[in-house]
């Protein structure tokens, strides 16, 4: 098992220039290796993050268009964590995530994520992906449970794979 931490990010459609941050947060701040989930046709994205000895890219085909990647990276992600040798994972976005500190340094041994206001049930947007993507018998179960953001989640790896 690798004692360091790992990142992983998935990018579908996104320019070098929304990634810059991301990535050069990610490698300043913390000792984690980071694998991007990055799509296959993204030829220049793959020869600009394979200089980086921390970063490993996962060729992804994102046929299903940008906006039904937001949910179907995680199935991918998922995967990729079932083959992982690591002990803890942090699972983010990348467009709009920035490190500004190691959460591997204060990470609780368990499972992280921040938790919304509302419940499923009270949110028109998340309403619509659970009833797409789960079905309506999913949507009765979950309608009462907090929203959780899943634009970063982390902890122990065995964790995040139950939680996905």
């Known amino acids: 098992m690798v004692s360091k931490g790992l990142i992983v990010g998935a990018s579908a459609g996104y320019s070098r220039e929304n990634l810059e941050l991301f990535v050069a947060s990610s ?21 600009w993050l394979s200089v980086y000895d921390r970063i490993r890219v996962i060729p992804t085909p994102f046929k299903e268009g940008a906006r039904a990647s937001v ?13 992982c ?14 490190f500004q500190s190691d959460p591997f340094a204060r990470m609780p041994g368990g499972f992280m994520a921040a938790g919304e206001r509302l419940k499923i049930g009270e949110s028109s947007y998340n309403l619509d992906w659970v009833n797409k993507f789960c079905g309506p018998t999913c949507f009765e ?24």
């Open 85 to 98: 040798n690591y002990s803890s994972a942090v699972i983010c976005d990348t467009r709009d995530v920035v």
């Open 27 to 47: 490698l300043a701040q913390t000792s984690a290796d980071l694998w991007l989930l990055i799509d296959e046709q993204d030829h220049a994205i793959h020869r």
């Open 71 to 83: 949910v179907f990276r995680f199935f991918r992600i998922l995967e990729v964590l079932r083959s």
């Open 141 to 164: 179960r979950l309608r009462l449970k907090t929203i959780l953001c899943a634009g970063v989640m982390g902890g122990r790896v065995s964790n995040l794979i139950d939680v996905l």
